[in-house]
């Protein structure tokens, strides 16, 4: 049975003591280990599939992650359930579970108060009412929040109590709600956003200081978007979301068709990013859209959404203006297949800056070194001395022949230029998903 490795890779930069001048770059690995193995349940989800939000916080010196699992014997959609696991000084426990086969999706957490985890949940409720003919059932499902204390270690009342988010009357959610959601902890606040099911916009909820919840009025994308990042501070609302669709280009689908033997085959070639300064006061903005690839049969993915002290928004992203080979052979002959991690930053709503900040070969068989590798994957990872850097990872063709990875961190500049990359000494770099 196919498996998903759920890695922890801890990384402790270095404390750049004196910001003026700027220290070296530095970084110590601190662990490397496998926390557990998951079963892959096989209903179009994974550990890390809810990429938007997280899955691991920190609280001070402690480590928390919600962990997806899979139950046996029980068909898809809703056939797992989530686990509560934190990491003290020397290794990882689990906290609390759920109950079982409620969930498709993992259920991200985040800190709210002082020693107080919420966690997004959204457990099924009620079959719908026609099946599949293959045995997986869809469901109605309701989201929600735990506020968890994790210091308690009894499931009694001191553990648990439920936040119950408002939603418009007749509002339908299943269990692929594709949501997103983020905290300001100062206040206590969160924005959480659902994807609502009759036809397919997001339906965000807000909690405001007060402690009452208020629906806000559909945040609508000119395509289906999914996979949201979401950050809230001090009530201004950034979301990034990947736009998600079924190929639109009947000519493009058929070659997918023959080259894959499937009938679909969903495409993520639109970046968009709907903002509010004031969710007490104002609806989102319509949406910018950052980038896109549609018109070359392209291939976007959010990484990552950071809002620095001045509540401007960075936004990383990989791009890869050709997704497959063989498109890009028949369409645009003689192109080069390429893939980069592009950086953008919003203030009020307005781009002020783009760049690239590194760009390789995205057929790895090509990528014969490190500076031409198969970039995978990057998140942001703010610095001591207050400048923003970036992990990421890639692959290349070693002397050899067989495939070798690495992870790395830059520091970035304040025009988006890259001022220092170092590798960090990784046995086991993450080419996947993973979190900062």
Same mark, same amino acid.
């Given at each position: =049975?196919?498996? $998903?490795?759920?890695?922890?890779? !801890?990384?402790?930069?270095?404390?750049?003591?004196?910001?003026?001048?700027?220290?070296?770059?530095?970084?110590?690995?601190?662990?490397?280990?496998?926390?557990?193995?998951?079963?892959?349940?096989?209903? +179009?989800?994974?550990? @890390?599939?809810?990429? +938007?939000?997280?899955?691991f916080?920190?609280?001070?010196?402690?480590?928390?992650?919600?962990?997806?699992?899979?139950?046996? %014997?029980?068909?898809?959609?809703?056939?797992?359930?989530?686990?509560?696991?934190?990491?003290?000084?020397?290794d990882?426990?689990?906290?609390?579970? %759920?109950?079982?086969? /409620?969930?498709?999706?993992p259920?991200?957490?985040?800190?709210?108060?002082?020693?107080?985890?919420?966690?997004?949940?959204?457990?099924?409720?009620?079959?719908?009412?026609?099946g599949? +003919?293959? %045995?997986?059932?869809?469901?109605?499902?309701q989201? *929600?929040?735990?506020s968890?204390?994790?210091?308690?270690?009894?499931?009694?009342?001191?553990?648990?109590?439920?936040?119950?988010?408002?939603?418009?009357?007749?509002?339908?959610?299943?269990q692929?709600?594709y949501?997103?959601?983020?905290?300001?902890?100062?206040?206590?606040?969160?924005?959480?956003?659902?994807?609502?099911?009759?036809?397919?916009?997001?339906q965000?909820?807000?909690?405001? #200081?007060?402690?009452?919840?208020?629906?806000?009025?559909?945040?609508?994308?000119?395509?289906?978007?999914?996979?949201?990042?979401?950050? @809230?501070?001090?009530?201004?609302?950034?979301?990034?979301?990947?736009?998600?669709?079924? &190929?639109?280009?009947?000519?493009?689908?058929?070659?997918?068709? &023959?080259?894959?033997?499937?009938?679909?085959?969903?495409?993520?070639?639109?970046?968009?990013?709907?903002?509010?300064?004031?969710?007490?006061?104002?609806?989102?903005?319509?949406?910018?859209e950052?980038?896109?690839?549609?018109?070359?049969?392209?291939?976007?993915?959010?990484?990552?959404?950071?809002?620095?002290?001045?509540?401007? !928004?960075?936004?990383? $992203?990989?791009?890869?203006? $050709?997704?497959?080979?063989? =498109?890009?052979?028949?369409?645009?002959?003689?192109e080069?297949?390429?893939?980069?991690?592009?950086?953008?930053?919003? &203030?009020?709503?307005?781009?002020? /800056? #783009?760049?690239?900040?590194?760009?390789?070969?995205? &057929?790895?068989?090509?990528?014969?070194?490190q500076?031409? =590798?198969?970039?995978?994957?990057?998140?942001?990872?703010?610095?001591?001395?207050?400048?923003?850097?970036?992990? $990421?990872?890639?692959?290349? =063709? %070693?002397?050899?022949?067989?495939?070798?990875? *690495?992870?790395? @961190?830059s520091?970035?500049?304040?025009?988006g230029?890259?001022?220092?990359?170092?590798?960090?000494?990784?046995?086991?770099?993450?080419? +996947?998903?993973?979190?900062?």
């Amino acid at each position: =049975m196919n498996q $998903y490795l759920n890695l922890l890779f !801890a990384a402790a930069i270095l404390p750049l003591v004196n910001p003026v001048p700027m220290s070296a770059l530095e970084a110590v690995l601190v662990a490397e280990e496998t926390i557990d193995t998951v079963r892959n349940p096989n209903n +179009g989800a994974s550990p @890390l599939w809810c990429y +938007g939000s997280h899955i691991f916080v920190r609280d001070r010196d402690t480590l928390y992650l919600s962990l997806l699992q899979t139950d046996e %014997g029980v068909p898809r959609y809703c056939n797992t359930h989530w686990e509560l696991w934190r990491r003290d000084e020397t290794d990882w426990t689990e906290l609390h579970r %759920g109950g079982e086969a /409620l969930e498709r999706e993992p259920c991200p957490i985040g800190l709210l108060g002082e020693d107080e985890l919420v966690l997004s949940i959204q457990p099924r409720f009620a079959a719908k009412p026609f099946g599949h +003919g293959d %045995g997986q059932l869809s469901w109605y499902c309701q989201p *929600g929040f735990l506020s968890i204390n994790p210091l308690e270690t009894d499931d009694d009342d001191n553990v648990y109590s439920n936040l119950h988010p408002a939603f418009p009357l007749g509002s339908e959610f299943t269990q692929h709600s594709y949501r997103g959601f983020g905290v300001d902890r100062v206040n206590r606040e969160i924005l959480l956003l659902v994807l609502e099911q009759t036809d397919e916009h997001y339906q965000p909820t807000f909690l405001s #200081r007060n402690g009452s919840w208020r629906p806000l009025p559909l945040v609508k994308f000119p395509v289906r978007g999914c996979y949201p990042q979401v950050a @809230l501070s001090d009530r201004k609302a950034h979301v990034l979301a990947i736009g998600d669709i079924i &190929e639109p280009v009947d000519e493009w689908r058929r070659a997918k068709f &023959e080259e894959f033997g499937r009938d679909w085959d969903y495409v993520f070639r639109r970046l968009f990013y709907p903002w509010s300064p004031d969710l007490a006061t104002d609806d989102f903005q319509t949406p910018v859209e950052i980038d896109s690839v549609d018109e070359t049969a392209g291939f976007l993915r959010n990484l990552d959404l950071h809002i620095d002290a001045n509540d401007r !928004a960075h936004v990383l $992203y990989q791009k890869m203006p $050709y997704q497959y080979a063989f =498109m890009r052979d028949r369409w645009f002959p003689g192109e080069t297949m390429t893939v980069s991690l592009e950086y953008v930053v919003l &203030e009020k709503g307005q781009v002020i /800056l #783009r760049a690239t900040l590194r760009q390789g070969l995205a &057929e790895e068989e090509l990528s014969e070194s490190q500076e031409s =590798m198969r970039l995978h994957y990057g998140r942001f990872h703010p610095l001591p001395d207050g400048t923003l850097g970036v992990v $990421y990872s890639g692959s290349w =063709m %070693g002397p050899d022949g067989e495939t070798e990875s *690495g992870l790395y @961190l830059s520091r970035l500049g304040a025009e988006g230029d890259v001022d220092e990359t170092i590798r960090l000494s990784a046995e086991r770099p993450l080419t +996947g998903a993973f979190f900062t």
